[in-house]
């Protein structure tokens, strides 16, 4: 038996996967809740070594806790080709975000070795660390230093809301890596992922191929006040800095349905105070918001409104606007040619298929920066996700992971 362009994966043995991991971190019924670094991001990463020591994969961890598991090649000096996604989840999370793309990656090794198919490159699955954002913000902080974004040593110090810092909750978990965590030569990215909207569901689409990103712009913004009793202090000498932060939530969220029309949104989507207790004002406030519209310069705009809001609501409650982080992605990122490879693949399976935008972010988007890169969506039910009601039948992944499997080994044997 070997490759043919027939071959397909194994749905059954995909699906198998899924319900596995499914068991781990359980959340809201139906959901997970597995967040990064955590005993329960520690037995799934477990889980996934040992499926990939099984299937002949040589692993190897980096420095911040992503999992690259390698299936050789004929000529193992060429770049290889990385497929990948992450394996951690929101705090109210879904069984598919991310996952899926994980073990896309692992169901293609799979079927090659059913195929006993050797590709001339090799071919990599990646599981990356913390691209939620869910426990350390900024999200997709694994795959942003693995490509130069940030430094390591910044992403060790991050704090979770629990306390720990990320390095020390990497050795805590046997996730801290000795291969050093940046790129070499890459010959080119894969990321499968459902579409976490509802347009291929609404239009009973079987697979979408992502052209780009909607070009988001987010900030982490502290705001410093005093605190203060609720009772005697006069209006004109409070410095809340719970209320800048509400103000400034607001309006992030009124930006959103100023450009609403032309499916431009905005969210606030964190606000964490302290003391934040009855009778005595706020000192201390971190905001999370971020803003996303198709057109670039619209996003830009929106962006600097967003800013400007920051300031005006601190300067309202008599306190002081910090941006913290801030940071951006999206835009015309993927490849030309892999998009085109995709989409001839589409058409000769005969799916039924249509190019789509991505409206979230992914570790992809940081892959684009280094290598060429493309994506495939999936469909699932109403566009729920970061849900624990986020819902995908088995069907809904035929279409993807077989287009996955012969783009990537037609790229593979180049």
């Known amino acids: ?207 979408g191929v992502v052209t780009g990103g909607y070009p988001s712009h987010g900030v982490r913004v502290r705001f410093d006040g005093e605190t203060a009793h609720t009772g005697p202090t006069p209006m004109d000498l409070r410095h809340n800095a719970l209320i800048a932060g509400a103000r400034f939530l607001t309006a992030v969220d009124d930006i959103g349905w100023e450009f609403a029309v032309g499916d431009g949104k905005a969210t606030g989507s964190r606000l964490a105070a302290w003391p934040n207790k009855p009778g005595i004002l706020s000192d201390t406030a971190q905001c999370i918001a971020d803003v996303r519209h198709p057109d670039p310069i619209t996003a830009r705009v929106m962006a600097e409104k967003m800013r400007r809001a920051a300031h005006a609501a601190a300067a309202m409650a008599g306190c002081q606007a910090v941006f913290e982080d801030e940071w951006s992605w999206g835009g015309d990122i993927f490849d030309a040619e892999l998009i085109t490879g995709i989409r001839d693949e589409a058409v000769r399976q005969g799916w039924n298929w249509r190019d789509i935008q991505s409206q979230a972010g992914h570790d992809a988007y940081h892959m684009a920066l280094h290598c060429p890169t493309a994506m495939i969506f999936t469909p699932c039910k109403g566009g729920i996700t970061h849900n624990n009601n986020e819902s995908c039948e088995p069907e809904d992944f035929e279409a993807g992971l077989n287009m996955l499997l012969h783009a990537v080994v037609t790229r593979a044997d180049r």
């Not at 781990?24 to 990939?52: A, K, Q």
């Not at 990656?105 to 490159?121: A, F, M, P």
């Not at 974004?149 to 050795?171: M, Q, S």
């Not at 894969?190 to 347009?199: C, D, R």
């Open 1 to 207: 038996m070997s490759f043919s362009p027939d071959s397909r994966v194994s749905l059954d043995r995909f699906w198998s996967t899924i319900e596995a991991s499914a068991e781990i971190g359980t959340g809201r019924p139906g959901g997970l809740s597995r967040l990064t670094l955590t005993d329960n991001d520690r037995e799934m990463r477990d889980l996934f070594v040992s499926w990939c020591e099984d299937a002949g994969l040589a692993v190897e961890i980096d420095e911040l806790g992503s999992i690259f598991a390698r299936r050789e090649g004929t000529d193992p000096d060429l770049p290889p080709i990385y497929i990948g996604s992450h394996l951690d989840t929101q705090i109210n999370g879904g069984r598919f975000d991310g996952i899926a793309g994980v073990l896309a990656g692992l169901e293609l090794v799979r079927c090659l070795n059913d195929l006993g198919h050797v590709t001339r490159r090799p071919i990599v699955v990646v599981d990356w660390t913390n691209e939620e954002g869910a426990r350390f913000s900024p999200p997709m902080v694994a795959s942003g230093c693995f490509v130069g974004k940030y430094e390591r040593d910044w992403v060790y110090a991050l704090e979770a809301d629990d306390g720990p810092r990320f390095g020390d909750e990497l050795e805590r978990i046997g996730y801290k890596g000795a291969m050093p965590c940046k790129a070499g030569e890459i010959d080119a990215y894969f990321e499968l992922h459902i579409e976490q909207g509802p347009i291929l569901d609404a239009e009973k689409r079987q697979v």
